[in-house]
């Protein structure tokens, strides 16, 4: 890897690795990393270009990071973990899953998306307006290409195909906010295209895990104990 990614560890156990969403850290988890680090080895990661972490001087790409991932897991010897991913980091486990199933134990998709029309039109259209936008402006101002590379991953990022998700037979947890940016019926295309999958509707907008901790820890515990 051409660059180390910042982590934090806590707890002993079975890994449970962290992935968090688009422009923000592995802080988003505050409220998970405590709960789960008491049975099981908690790892929280920055992806490239968030956080702590560096940009480094590659692709900046959803399948990018799920290779930064593989890479992660090799340097630590993780030979097998839980992945729970939350948004573009549920489309990050996605794409990491296909590609390394082997190494996936356990998968929770918390908002995820297949492609870019899985989220709601009036959430979209002004990323989408931003993208472009920021693009034009991305070769003077390194402000405006760093804003339009973390758009391009919502407007160019995961394209992934439903038919693809049947490869993924290791049980998965989808779980969406009752007002989740990501349309209900695109949650239920992911849970139904995986073969041996839960769908789990929590009340709450997109970021249930920080805005209703309580219900979310419960029902990812439930599911990880099964």
């Given at each position: 890897?051409?660059?180390?990614?910042?982590?934090?560890e806590?707890?002993e156990?079975?890994?449970?690795?962290?992935?968090?969403?688009?422009?923000?850290?592995?802080?988003?988890?505050?409220?998970?990393?405590?709960y789960?680090?008491?049975?099981?080895?908690?790892?929280?990661i920055?992806t490239?270009?968030?956080?702590?972490?560096?940009?480094?001087?590659?692709?900046f790409?959803i399948?990018?990071?799920?290779?930064?991932?593989?890479?992660?897991?090799?340097?630590?010897?993780?030979?097998k973990?839980?992945?729970?991913?939350?948004?573009?980091?549920?489309?990050?486990a996605?794409?990491?899953?296909?590609?390394?199933l082997?190494?996936?134990?356990?998968?929770?998709?918390n908002?995820?998306?297949?492609?870019p029309?899985?989220?709601?039109?009036?959430?979209?259209?002004?990323?989408?307006v931003?993208?472009?936008i920021?693009?034009?402006?991305?070769r003077?101002s390194?402000?405006?290409?760093?804003?339009?590379?973390?758009?391009?991953?919502m407007?160019n990022?995961?394209?992934?195909s439903?038919?693809?998700?049947?490869?993924?037979?290791?049980?998965?947890?989808?779980?969406?906010?009752?007002n989740?940016?990501?349309k209900?019926?695109?949650?239920?295309?992911?849970?139904?295209?995986?073969?041996?999958?839960?769908?789990?509707?929590?009340?709450?907008d997109h970021?249930?895990a920080r805005?209703n901790?309580e219900?979310?820890?419960?029902?990812?515990?439930?599911?990880?104990?099964?």
């Amino acid at each position: 890897m051409d660059i180390k990614l910042n982590y934090i560890e806590k707890g002993e156990g079975e890994p449970l690795i962290f992935l968090h969403g688009n422009g923000e850290s592995l802080e988003y988890f505050s409220n998970q990393i405590d709960y789960f680090s008491e049975k099981y080895r908690v790892i929280a990661i920055d992806t490239r270009g968030h956080g702590k972490s560096p940009r480094g001087n590659t692709s900046f790409t959803i399948r990018r990071f799920s290779q930064d991932l593989l890479e992660f897991m090799d340097e630590k010897g993780i030979e097998k973990a839980h992945i729970l991913g939350f948004s573009d980091g549920g489309n990050i486990a996605l794409c990491f899953a296909l590609k390394n199933l082997c190494r996936v134990d356990k998968l929770i998709l918390n908002g995820a998306n297949l492609f870019p029309e899985g989220v709601k039109k009036s959430v979209q259209l002004p990323i989408t307006v931003g993208y472009r936008i920021s693009s034009l402006f991305a070769r003077k101002s390194q402000k405006a290409q760093q804003k339009a590379e973390l758009l391009g991953l919502m407007v160019n990022d995961p394209n992934i195909s439903a038919s693809e998700l049947c490869a993924i037979d290791v049980p998965v947890l989808v779980i969406v906010g009752t007002n989740d940016m990501i349309k209900h019926e695109h949650s239920r295309l992911i849970y139904e295209s995986l073969p041996n999958s839960e769908l789990a509707v929590i009340a709450g907008d997109h970021f249930i895990a920080r805005n209703n901790p309580e219900a979310f820890n419960r029902r990812v515990e439930s599911f990880l104990e099964e």
